[in-house]
T-cell receptor, first 114, second 112 residues
Framework: DAGVTQSPTHLIKTRGQQVTLRCSPK?????VSWYQQALGQGPQFIFQ???????QRGNFPDRFSGHQFPNYSSELNVNALLLGDSALYLC?????????????FGPGTRLTVT | GENVEQHPSTLSVQEGDSAVIKCTYS??????FPWYKQELGKRPQLIID?????GEKKDQRIAVTLNKTAKHFSLHITETQPEDSAVYFC???????????FGKGTSLLVTP
């Protein structure tokens, strides 16, 4: 049973460029959330996708956008990269239901903006 | 929005001692409180969680307590072992499947 996978593992971009990060949820999961984790900080919620729609969004600018595909995988896009966007980007998946659900995290993509 | 404060930021204990990490939250609508453990270079992993209709939950050496009136919850690790060394994050959410609002983390070091 594959867990949450993310690609690429590491990425180096230049300020002003655009980047796309990818996430495949754990088998059977239909909901994907994205988090940004700066060095020495806790993860910060960016947004969540369910049924190919953005269901919830955190306090991030419009430069951050996403997409969910029919197979539940997801992409995070960041435009006009800033130095402050350097962080570990974590994807978490879960199954949408009324009982308590665990959010499973992927290993993350380390983005460095120079 | 929800604000989660976590203390202490670093904690050093000797093997066999207990460790306690405390968190407070601001949004009274929050009703789900998970704790994650993150080892260096690895993904956060859920170690225990609690819902607001429960005051305490235990799983072997780990326990979590919740005081909804005071809006604080704590993680207790007993009989600590060197492999407990990691960064621990508390989080709060209005629903277990929705946005998790994390604290800044506690770096726990257990020395033999």
């Amino acid at each position: 049973d594959a867990g949450v996978t993310q690609s690429p593992t590491h990425l180096i971009k230049t300020r002003g460029q655009q980047v796309t990060l990818r996430c495949s949820p754990k088998s059977g999961h239909d909901t994907v959330s994205w988090y940004q984790q700066a060095l020495g900080q806790g993860p910060q919620f960016i947004f969540q996708y369910y049924e190919e729609e953005e269901r919830q969004r955190g306090n991030f600018p419009d430069r951050f956008s996403g997409h969910q595909f029919p197979n539940y995988s997801s992409e995070l896009n960041v435009n006009a990269l800033l130095l402050g966007d350097s962080a570990l980007y974590l994807c978490a998946s879960s199954l949408n239901r009324l009982t308590i659900v665990e959010q499973y995290f992927g290993p993350g993509t380390r983005l460095t903006v120079t | 929005g929800e604000n989660v404060e976590q203390h202490p930021s670093t904690l050093s204990v000797q093997e066999g001692d207990s460790a306690v990490i405390k968190c407070t939250y601001s949004d009274s609508a929050s009703n789900y409180f998970p704790w994650y453990k993150q080892e260096l270079g690895k993904r956060p992993q859920l170690i225990i969680d609690i819902r607001s209709n429960v005051g305490e939950k235990k799983d072997q050496r780990i326990a979590v307590t919740l005081n909804k009136t005071a809006k604080h919850f704590s993680l207790h690790i007993t009989e600590t072992q060197p492999e407990d060394s990691a960064v621990y994050f508390c989080a709060a959410s209005v629903n277990s499947g929705y946005a998790l609002n994390f604290g800044k983390g506690t770096s726990l070091l257990v020395t033999p």
